[in-house]
Nanobody, 126 residues
Framework: VQLVESGGGSVQVGGSLRLSCVVSGDTISRYCMGWFRQAPGEAREDVAH????????????SYADSVKGRFTVSQDSAKNILYLQMNSLKPEDTAMYYCARRRYGACSPNADRYAYWGQGTQVTVS
């Protein structure tokens, strides 16, 4: 399973970005998919997850308190792509953003429970 993120960049405070994560080697629709971020010198932080019902692009999404109301996670199972729409960006959102997939099981904010990771895409807000 391979995950490749894109869509990061530099944006002004209050701006928006949409991150994409293309998954190859397996479907995304039966697994928990998540977004994490890591700022320099900081631990990897949970951002958002989507736990698909396996039959559609709809499922149960969850968010870290710091991004609730500003970020939206979604997926297109036909294209095997996970998205993160980020609005009203703040300087504290600056980090490397990673997508991840669990090998099995429900979503978790614990990064150690995710088996597959992308290489990350940098988001800088200033």
């Amino acid at each position: 399973v391979q995950l490749v993120e894109s869509g990061g960049g530099s944006v002004q405070v209050g701006g928006s970005l949409r991150l994409s994560c293309v998954v190859s080697g397996d479907t995304i629709s039966r697994y928990c998919m998540g977004w994490f971020r890591q700022a320099p010198g900081e631990a990897r932080e949970d951002v958002a997850h989507i736990d698909s019902d396996g039959r559609s692009d709809f499922g149960t999404s969850s968010y870290a308190d710091s991004v609730k109301g500003r970020f939206t996670v979604s997926q297109d199972s036909a294209k095997n792509i996970l998205y993160l729409q980020m609005n009203s960006l703040k300087p504290e959102d600056t980090a490397m953003y990673y997508c991840a997939r669990r090998r099995y099981g429900a979503c978790s904010p614990n990064a150690d429970r995710y088996a597959y990771w992308g290489q990350g895409t940098q988001v800088t807000v200033s």
